[in-house]
């Protein structure tokens, strides 16, 4: 296993697919308790990130945000164009 710290840019680029995997799914996630926190942190970053523009030292100020582990494990792939891999969460 390899272990590296990704930015969610990293994450998300769309290069890669998400799958989740049945067994994961049954853990669900409630609005209130972990979906508005974690959009309400996005959107304080995502608002700092627009308010320093191409300041490159407020950028630079901008603290970073730990989203917590993210697990995947990486699945032949599908196409030339896209690979899936799982999302597990921990």
């Known amino acids: 296993m390899e272990a590296k710290a990704?930015?969610?840019r990293d994450v998300f680029d769309g290069?890669?697919?998400y799958e989740?995997?049945?067994?994961?799914r049954?853990?669900?996630w409630t609005e209130e308790d972990q979906w508005q926190p974690l959009w309400d942190d996005i959107a304080r970053v995502a608002d700092?990130?627009?308010d320093a523009?191409?300041?490159e030292k407020a950028l630079a100020e901008i603290p970073g945000h730990f989203l917590g582990a993210?697990?995947?494990k990486q699945l032949p792939s599908v196409s030339t164009a896209m690979?899936?891999?799982p999302l597990v969460a921990m």
Do not use: E
């Open 20 to 24: 989740i995997p049945p067994f994961q």
């Open 15 to 17: 290069k890669v697919c």
């Open 70 to 72: 993210v697990v995947v």
């Open 26 to 28: 049954p853990y669900v």
């Open 6 to 8: 990704l930015t969610p």
């Open 48 to 50: 700092a990130v627009l």
């Open 53 to 55: 523009g191409a300041d």
């Open 83 to 85: 690979s899936w891999s």
